[in-house]
């Protein structure tokens, strides 16, 4: 009984692929896909220029990276949210950072992403976020930036070129990269 099952789903097999063209290739769609996914992606990568995100305010106005970067400073970037243990951990470094260097040469833009307007608010004024700031930026920059975790930091330089990215800008290293930077 197997033997002959095995032989008529061998024979349907057989008569299903008769006559159709033998094509290796993926359909169109999936070819744009991987075309895509293949590509490198600019803007967002150490030594590219930044890449603009644009995001309404709970005030009405719209605030955009580039009313912060590539203005003459350099700009430490830091995509955070209020529920993220990490990124409030990571907040006392980026203050003490702010306190030493922040003037003509230096500055810090926290973007709140993934988070509630209320929430950011009231983490901010708890962790003492006294530098600029963008609220309820969802997935925009993080989609535009291929982030995946937070908290995470972007180090951008006075002509706007991304410096440093991720965790070498995360605790004790940020002080050691802006000591070098700046003088």
Known sequence: MKKILI???????AFSCAGKKKNNSPAPEAQAKVAEAAAPVRGINEGDLFTDFSIPQPDGTVAKLSDYAGKGKYLLVDFWASWCGPCKREIPNIKAAYEKYHGDKFDVLSVAVWDKVEDTEIAAKEHGVVWNQIVDAQKIPTSIYKIEGIPTLILIGPDGK???????????????????LIK
């Open 7 to 13: 032989t008529i789903l061998a024979v349907a097999v």
């Open 162 to 180: 991304i410096l440093k990215r991720g965790d070498a800008l995360r605790g004790e290293g940020l002080d050691a990269i802006l000591s070098e």
